[in-house]
């Protein structure tokens, strides 16, 4: 069983920046995660991804976001960053960790963090 510990979010003023991190924990050795991804929902709207960073190093960003935003992740800690930088107020979301294909000694996983609230507002 892997958790996804999600931190980071509150409340700022449209261009200020946040920085999100999300966390897999287990009780059993994590050997590598394939894609850690970062989604957000607004009200009213269906969820949307907004940035991927590989193992491989692949990297990809929702057009929204591009130059704005910075995914980045620390193996070796087994966490995943997201940089956000000149926030908007249409970036007002809950952001969502999603961390695909997670091996440890019990096998093979993916797993959503629980959400963190971000909003942007004057």
């Known amino acids: 069983q892997v958790t996804v510990l999600e931190s980071g979010g509150g409340l700022v003023q449209p261009g200020g920046s946040l920085r999100l991190s999300c966390q897999a924990a287990?009780?059993?050795?994590?050997?590598?995660?394939?894609?850690m991804e970062w989604y957000r929902q607004a009200p009213g709207k269906q969820r949307e991804l907004v940035a991927t960073?590989?193992?491989?190093?692949?990297?990809n960003y929702a057009d929204s976001v591009r130059g704005r935003f910075t995914v980045s992740r620390d193996d070796a800690r087994n966490t995943g960053y997201l940089q956000m930088n000149s926030l908007e107020p249409e970036d007002t979301a809950v952001y969502y960790c999603?961390?695909?294909?997670?091996?440890?000694?019990?096998?093979?996983?993916?797993?959503w963090g629980q959400g963190t609230q971000v909003t942007v507002t004057s």
């Open positions: 999603y961390l695909d294909r997670v091996a440890t000694e019990d096998g093979v996983s993916s797993s």
């Open positions: 960073a590989g193992k491989n190093g692949r990297i």
């Open positions: 287990a009780s059993v050795r994590i050997f590598s995660i394939r894609l």
